[in-house]
């Protein structure tokens, strides 16, 4: 091999790194550094992005010679930098979860490790005696080579993490030709083996920056804030200094103007006093401007006057009590897979804040520099995460092995490692304000590694609390110390269990959970409830859901030493495999798609948004769930709300707006609130409305972004049921007309055909023409969402996707103005017990009107039902629905919380949901009023709102297409529209990595019933 082997020697972390320190970009000149918005303005910075000479090797040992030596690229192609070379077209795109994509054989990687030369030429006009010149790359996966003029630079890894080399005794005047090999695969691959897709190459940007020698190379900043608010300290430790003149120090206050200026030698610590400082917070991010001048630079950088700190078991901002309202964020882009532009980050920062998010993590990687900076900016409270993750080793057994988690972080060959990784994750970053916790990692265990690296954290920061999730895991027959633990934190725990293990051990429901070990973790594992407690991950967010966002809201919002929570996650992972054809409609794919090994199929499509930001009904669930201000109270007069904002008065965050609707459930009026009390944190606002609520069903008190007009949240207030008028009926006389196989019952110009073998309608015609495209049928299956993905075991296992009725016995009763069809039926599937006892009634009045009730008997030995219903296949002309119920979204048991109940309307398309694996989706319920319009003629389906009414779908897909495609453009126009008709939906949750779905929200009453009634019109204009 050409090269030194560092890749596979694990005590060899770098080669010629410069030491690390935090991350700054100098300027030339105080004014340079006032009027700049961002890095590329520094005439310090020199952008190496671009078009680089790229050629890829299958086998970094089999290269034939040193092609990094000089500056020819013949047969060399364009490469975009930054970027992953997958995403180019070389190498495996794969997308594995925490199987390695590797043998596990530590230090060492497969013989045939994949690498990729990148060259590029720097070019520099004239060399500055007194000036250095250092290259910076801000990531590249995995490990890498540099040389430049074909001299050895330096070696080095950790695929997220600030590197830096000296290349001043390596550049010449002219043309330098810079050469870097990055390789796929490294012995710190065991230690990056974090959910995503596994991209390679130089995927962040790479720059030069010219410094003076003598300079201030690395320092350290403390803010610290009185009781009162009345003042703030900033505190400057100047840890590498590398000059021998005075260093200015000069603090902007938000507006630019002046707050103080002092001169220093640095060789000791200086404090800088704020008097009525405007504080840093998420709601009110304040940025002040430190200049730290040097003579031969000045130095920019951005802080946020706040103090972060830990009493008792509350997590306090600015001596103020909050909660972490979170998500977990990876670098993911459709088209640049782990490449992401500023603009990315930017977008997905304020799209976080429109969703009331107020915290994200890291997951789990440190970010690149400037999505710190937006955070600062935009006010987001960051959980910065070390680039750790040994998850792979509970796989080596074949299964999910918890008993071998800590075989890495117990074994001492890998404290190095880890401290390493640790130091590269807090010292570049040390100077952000919005970064208020550190994290050693993720899924990786516990042990003497991570004791150890947590240490060195301590002595790095003492500032910032340390979360570290995996001490659950530890072994607890050995001595760890807990006081590097500043969070106790958990993954994906049902309520049950946290009440078990760390709120209400004592309750009954925790006593059951011990006596029964229903959720496989015995009670002795809890924890003393003597710190803050937080959900590092929850509510996972793949497909159709998360369903119970609600319940853990209220379950925090109980217990004040449950300080915050991390949604997974938050963007789809995917990839366009029309990237490179401009203007193309997206086509999405996922692990498994592209022929790799292992691989865990769709697991990564598991985000609140889709991969190209699309919201997906559960952002707006999180939106709804987490608002900030309620309504807590009303009369004909006054209405109170109340103000959940940490730091903000009321009106600087919202102005507020009433919808008010009529007894059709049409919107009457919009009226804005004018006269909204501005109130103080946790404070209520009560004050008269002045709205006339005569004629009105219900209204919406709707609260507004007050910058931009975005919905923030709302309260929906039902007074009085909807009325919709109906078509004039025409009485007709009753005919039946009885075969073998089917029964007509003919009224006026409706026409309705029962199956006797199905119990269900084959046919509905209205003046001679048919409704339905093929029978109905009843039906408990619905296409599995992702978070069905274990239950759904159970159900196929119980034959519950093919399922078929049986009829026992019917009836026919003939009365002067009305025809009673009963059916005595099971629902049945092969091999297995019946499912349901059956009694299918159908009442067909003079009027036309077709009124359906059933009553049923579960066998309660079977599994929790999916659904039950009617599928009604119907002729494509009627494409367009108008209803009332819960809108404007999905709806279910458990993910209603975005909705209310009102009259929407839309095309059939309008109520389809495009995951990008095919499932359930687009149910509406608490629906009392649903008409389907046809060519002329509609269907009318009403349900008795005291029951409360029923749940449909209105889609182009049957359940058993959603059910076999596995993408969403796979799927194929049918030859029917689909109406399905269901008492009920088993709820959503989040099993698909989370805890098993709520017995509240689980179908599986031993009994249940409904009813709806249907009829055939013209159109009916209102």
């Known amino acids: 091999m050409l090269i030194p082997n560092f890749f596979e020697d694990p005590t060899v972390f770098e080669v010629n790194n410069l030491p690390r320190r935090n991350y700054y970009v100098p300027y030339a000149s105080v004014e340079e550094a006032k009027r700049a918005s961002n890095r590329r303005q520094s005439s310090r910075y020199q952008d190496l992005n671009g078009q680089w000479q790229f050629r890829y090797f299958e086998n970094v040992r089999a290269i034939d010679q040193a092609y990094w030596l000089d500056g020819d690229t013949q047969g060399m192609v364009d490469m975009t930098v930054p970027s992953c070379w997958q995403m180019a077209g070389y190498d495996q795109i794969q997308y594995t979860n925490f199987e390695y994509p590797i043998p596990y054989n530590p230090p060492y990687v497969p013989f045939a490790n994949p690498a990729g030369l990148y060259k590029r030429v720097i070019k520099v006009d004239k060399l500055l005696e007194a000036q250095d010149y250092h290259l910076h790359f801000e990531g590249i996966d995995a490990a890498f080579y540099v040389w430049l003029n074909g001299t050895f630079v330096g070696y080095s890894q950790i695929s997220h993490s600030n590197t830096e080399f000296d290349l001043t005794g390596f550049l010449q005047e002219g043309d330098n030709y810079l050469s870097v090999l990055v390789l796929k695969w490294c012995h710190g691959t065991y230690l990056e083996d974090q959910d995503k897709y596994r991209f390679s190459g130089i995927f962040r940007d790479v720059y030069l920056l010219v410094r003076p020698k003598n300079r201030l190379n690395k320092y350290k900043i403390e803010t610290t804030v009185k009781e009162d608010l009345s003042q703030a300290t900033i505190q400057v430790d100047f840890l590498d200094l590398q000059l021998q003149e005075n260093i200015y120090v000069s603090v902007f206050d938000p507006k630019q103007n002046l707050v103080a200026q002092i001169q220093t030698r640095g060789e000791a610590a200086v404090w800088i006093d704020v008097e009525e400082p ?8 304040n940025v ?15 802080l946020g006057l706040r103090q972060i700190e830990i009493r008792g078991t509350a997590f306090y901002v600015n001596h103020r009590s909050i909660k972490l309202i979170g998500v977990n964020h990876h670098d993911t ?12 980050q930017e977008a997905d920062l304020r799209l976080m804040k429109s969703l009331n998010m107020n915290a994200v993590r890291t997951a789990h990687y440190p970010k690149s520099p400037e999505f710190y900076e937006l955070c600062d900016r935009l006010g987001l409270y960051v959980m910065s995460e070390a680039d750790i993750e040994a998850h792979g080793v509970v796989a080596l057994t074949g299964s999910y092995d918890v008993e071998i988690y800590n075989t890495i972080a117990d074994d001492p060959a890998y404290i190095a490692a880890f401290i390493d990784r640790m130091d590269a994750s807090i010292v570049p970053f040390m100077n952000f304000s919005s970064i208020v916790m550190w994290s050693g990692g993720n899924e990786s265990g516990y042990g003497v590694a991570t004791e150890k690296m947590l240490a060195h954290a ?44 760390y709120f209400e051990p004592d309750s009954a429901e925790a006593q059951e959970l011990a006596r029964t070990n229903r959720d496989d973790l015995p009670v002795e594992l809890g924890e003393t409830l003597d710190r803050p407690f937080l959900l590092c991950e929850y509510a996972h967010a793949m497909g159709n859901g998360p369903g119970d966002l609600a319940d853990y809201y209220d379950y925090m919002m109980k217990h004040p030493a449950f300080v915050g929570l991390f949604l997974w996650e938050w963007a789809d992972h995917a990839v366009n495999v029309k990237r490179a054809e401009e203007g193309a409609e997206p086509i999405y794919r996922y692990g498994g798609d592209f022929g790799e090994y292992p691989h865990m199929g769709n697991f990564c499509v598991d985000g609140i948004v889709d991969p190209d930001r699309r919201l997906h009904s559960g952002a707006y669930e999180h939106r709804q769930v987490f608002r900030r201000v309620r309504l807590v109270d009303f009369d004909a007069g006054q209405i109170s709300l109340v103000n959940g904002y940490d730091f903000s008065y009321l009106t600087d ?47 919406r008190v709707i609260y507004l972004d007050v910058e931009n ?9 039902e007074l009085e049921e909807f009325v919709v008028g109906q078509a004039p009926v025409a009485s007709g006389d009753l005919a039946i007309t009885e075969s073998a196989v089917e029964l007509t019952v003919k009224v006026g110009d409706t026409e309705f055909v029962f199956s006797q073998g199905t119990a269900a309608l084959n046919q509905i015609s209205y003046k001679g023409e048919a409704l339905l495209d093929q029978p109905s049928h009843w039906t408990i299956w619905r296409a599995p969402m992702d978070n069905d993905r274990f239950v759904a075991n159970s159900w196929r296992q119980f034959n519950f996707d093919r399922t078929q009725i049986y009829v026992n016995d019917f009836e026919v009763e003939e009365k002067s103005d009305v025809v009673v069809v009963t059916y005595k039926a099971v629902l049945a599937t092969v091999a297995r017990p019946n499912i349901l006892n059956l009694v299918v009634r159908y009442t067909i009045t003079t009027g036309g009107e077709l009124q359906v009730a059933v009553e049923a008997q579960r066998n309660t030995a079977m599994p929790f039902l999916p659904r039950f219903g009617l599928e009604l296949p119907l002729v494509k002309p009627f494409d367009f629905a108008d209803y009332i119920g819960n809108g404007p979204h999905e709806s ?27 499932q359930e989706n687009g149910a509406r319920n608490r629906t009392s009023y649903l ?20 749940s449909f779908n209105f889609t182009p897909f049957s359940a058993a297409q959603l059910t076999q495609v596995q993408h969403r453009d796979l799927l194929q126009p049918e030859a029917s529209h689909y109406l399905y008709l269901d008492a009920r939906h088993n709820g959503v949750g989040s099993n698909s990595n989370g805890p098993d779905l709520l017995n509240k929200y689980q179908f599986n009453d031993a009994a249940f019933s409904y009813a709806f009634n249907l009829r055939v019109t013209d159109w009916m204009s209102e």
Not at 333 to 344: C, I, M
Not at 462 to 467: K, N
Not at 709 to 717: I, R, S, T
């Open 288 to 302: 002040y401007v430190m200049l730290l001048e040097t003579g031969g630079e000045v130095i920019r950088q951005e």
């Open 931 to 950: 008409n389907i319009l046809g060519d002329g003629s509609q269907l009318v389906i009403t349900s008795p709102v005291e029951t409360d009414g029923l």
């Open 278 to 285: 405007l504080l840093w917070n998420a709601e009110t991010p």
């Open 653 to 699: 965050r919202v102005r507020v707006a009433i919808e008010l609707y009529g007894l059709d459930g049409k919107l009457v009026d919009t009226v804005d609130l004018v006269d909204v009390p501005n109130v103080g944190p946790g404070e209520t606002a009560v004050f008269d409305w002045g709205i006339d609520l005569a004629d009105i069903a219900s209204f």
């Open 458 to 501: 301590r002595d790095l920061d003492e500032t910032r609390p340390l979360h570290q999730e995996t001490y659950f895991y530890r072994d607890r027959s050995k001595g760890f110390d807990d006081k590097y633990i500043d969070v106790w934190s958990r993954m994906y725990p049902s309520i049950a269990q946290m009440d078990a293990l």
């Open 892 to 918: 279910y048991i458990d993910k209603h919380h975005a909705n209310y109940r009102g009259r929407f309307h839309g095309a059939i398309t309008d109520f389809y949901e495009p995951y990008i694996k095919p």
């Open 333 to 344: 882009h459709p088209d640049t897979g782990a490449t992401v532009s500023l603009a990315d």
């Open 709 to 717: 007009g975005e919905e923030l949240g709302f309260d929906a207030v």
